[in-house]
Structure formats: C-alpha cells, structure tokens
C-alpha cells in the first residue's frame, strides 16, 4: 500500500447522484487488483480526517489509470463530484484483497451486486469473460440510477433490477 497524488482525468455525472472519476498515477495502478479499494484524502486541510473508501471500477495497468465510481451521499463525495481535470488526490491504495483469479472458478459464473456494490465488479467481470461464461444481474434504486448497463453487457450476459420496477426486473 501506497501513498500517492493522482491526477484527475475525467469526473462526470453518469447516473442520478453517481459520478465516474478517472485518476492517473505512477504506482497505485500497477500495484492494484479487482476488487481492490482507494482511500481518498477528502478537501483541503484538515476539515474531513477520515479518508473515504471508493472500489476500484475498472484498471488499465499500461497507460496508469484507475476508474471510480460513487454516488453522493454526504460531504466528501459531494466535494469529490466538484474536482475537475487536472485537479490532484491524495491517494492511498490499493488497500483489501481483491479478487482471487489465480486458480480455477468454474465456466459459468454468476455476478450479483447492488448500488454501489455494482463499481468493484466490473473489472473483475471484464477479466473473467476472457475465460468464462459470465452472467450479471445488477440492482438500482431506480432508472434514473442505473449505470454501467453497456459496458457491463460487452462482457456478461447483464440483468437489471430496480427496487421500484421502473427499469428491468421489478425488486
Ligand atoms: C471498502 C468500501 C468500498 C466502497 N466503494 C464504494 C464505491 O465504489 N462507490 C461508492 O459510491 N461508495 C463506495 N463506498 C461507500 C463510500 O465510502 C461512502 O458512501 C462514502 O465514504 C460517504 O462519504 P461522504 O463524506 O460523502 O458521506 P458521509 O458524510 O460520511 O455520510 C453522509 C450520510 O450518508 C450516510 N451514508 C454514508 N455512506 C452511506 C452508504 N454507503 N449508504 C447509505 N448511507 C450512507 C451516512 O450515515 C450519513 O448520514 C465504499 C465503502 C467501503 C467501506
């Protein structure tokens, strides 16, 4: 685990209240495993302690980039949603376990994950339909809150659930 200053390279609204953030660094990419995590140093000084934890969404080790994506729920991401390209974050990472790809997991693997629990299964999925028949059924709040529906249906056979059965499988 690393500390590093990682610079933004995009940050846009792809959802209700959901931003995607692409970060470029010397280390932390390179080190990084799906499933993996970041904490992220929040506002200037010292007004937020506490680092917030975001899931690695998706690596790309040869050109040095890392995605995120969070939704806003309280200050920090709110301050994150505002940081523009160019702009640096503290960084520590890549912080948990990951994913452990290294031995067989079976042809047919079925992804399940909700909100954002959706983020840190994305590149794990995108690994794994190297090899595998991969099946994700994702869950939003809402339309309006679904993300990453194409990218995820390159890769796996993708269902969508919303808890108000305004889009794909109601509950
Ligand atoms: C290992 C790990 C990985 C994570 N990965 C992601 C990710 O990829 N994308 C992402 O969007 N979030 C992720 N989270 C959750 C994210 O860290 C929090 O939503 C974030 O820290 C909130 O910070 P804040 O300052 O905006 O809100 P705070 O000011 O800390 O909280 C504001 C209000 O929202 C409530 N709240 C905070 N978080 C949540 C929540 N998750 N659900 C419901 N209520 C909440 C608080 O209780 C409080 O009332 C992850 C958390 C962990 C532990």
Redesign the pocket.
């Known amino acids: 685990m690393i500390q590093e200053q990682m610079t933004v390279v995009k940050n846009s609204s792809i959802a209700l209240d959901?931003f995607e953030m692409v970060l470029t660094g010397k280390t932390i990419p390179q080190r990084a495993n799906s499933g993996q995590?970041i904490h992220v140093e929040?506002g200037e000084g010292n007004e937020?302690m506490l680092r917030?934890?975001?899931?690695i969404?998706d690596l790309d080790q040869e050109n040095g980039l890392i995605t995120?994506?969070?939704?806003?729920?309280?200050?920090?991401?709110?301050w994150?949603s505002k940081r523009e390209e160019s702009n640096d974050l503290n960084v520590l990472g890549p912080?948990?376990n990951g994913f452990d790809l290294d031995h067989h997991v079976g042809d047919n693997i079925l992804i399940v994950g909700g909100g954002?629990g959706v983020?840190?299964l994305y590149h794990v999925t995108k690994r794994l339909s190297q090899y595998n028949n991969v099946t994700a059924v994702l869950g939003f709040q809402s339309k309006e809150a679904v993300f990453y529906e194409q990218q995820f249906s390159q890769y796996a056979t993708t269902y969508i659930a919303t808890d108000d059965g305004s889009y794909g499988h109601s509950g």
């Open positions: 959901t995590f929040i937020h917030r934890p975001i899931s969404a995120i994506i969070y939704k806003v729920m309280g200050e920090g991401t709110k994150l912080l948990g954002v983020p840190p």
